[in-house]
């Protein structure tokens, strides 16, 4: 039986439409892309945020503006950006542990399930510090030297810090006191003017480290820093523990797959670039790369370690 002119117009028409559709989801972005970062201009955070996103906007071939929101270690941007649409356009660079660690220890406008995770560009080098003129080599030293009173006192900036320092104080057998500080560069300052024996510091000390005003006793992450390799990680010194935190990019959850597909490939491009890696050697960040899918498991692990460090320094 033949087809009506009408029922044939009708295919048509909706046919083309398919194709129309199509045709402008492929052409995402069709506007700029904004990156809120977490914590204010300047910290290093902010400044990789910065570079990856000028790469980024190259390979998208649409500007990325980049914007400050600081506040609440991160908290602010994250769930501003939980309640927006899922459409690629706004981002949030961040701590993972603002997403990993935090909503664990408080109540939060989010959860780790209300992200897409887009990228991770960058490991901290989060370090155990202390002054030379002790003659330390590593923690175990540092800790030796404390049983001799059963105390310690330490430069102490946040609450994953004071976590990590309650497993390794017990470990060890000594109590390790933590000492208030306002931001990673006055846990520096704090340990430089020998007004604390040690200090937990996320980046800050490595300046000093490598002009040698300042002694690393243990990195906390999973590898060694890629600038101080001589220095063990406190698994390795016998710790079991460790604190893994990186620079992170996320969209709201249910991102369309489409963009979600070109974010992973251009970010991925973007942790690759030369400059960004020249960016990693300069800031002392070991040169992480991850996205899509391996990254959502990694940081369902992390996630799950956290959990355990929570548990074991009740």
Known sequence: ?????????????????????ASARAEWPEKPVTIAVGFAAGGTTDVVARAVAEVVAKKLG?????????GAGGAIAATALAKMPADGYNLVATTSTTITLDPQLMKLGFTPADFTYVAAVGEFPE?????PKHGWKTLNDAMAAAKATGRMNYASNTALDRMISTAVAKKAGVSLVPVPTRSGAEVVTQVMGGHVDLGYSSGAYYPQA?????????VLGDKRVAGL????????????????NLILFVAPKGLPADVAKKLDEVFAAAGKDPAIVDLMEKRSLNNVVETGAPLAKTIQSHI???AKLIESSK
């Open 127 to 131: 370090a155990f510090i202390a002054l």
């Open 229 to 244: 390799p001589d220095v063990p990680t406190l698994k390795e010194l016998g710790y079991g523990v460790a604190s893994v």
């Open 1 to 21: 039986m033949p087809i009506s002119p009408v029922l044939r117009s009708a295919v048509w028409s909706a046919a083309l439409l398919a194709v129309f559709t």
């Open 62 to 70: 649409q500007p990325v503006v980049v914007e400050n929101k600081a």
């Open 210 to 218: 490598k002009a040698g005003e300042l002694a690393v006793m243990a």
């Open 304 to 306: 799950d370690d956290f």
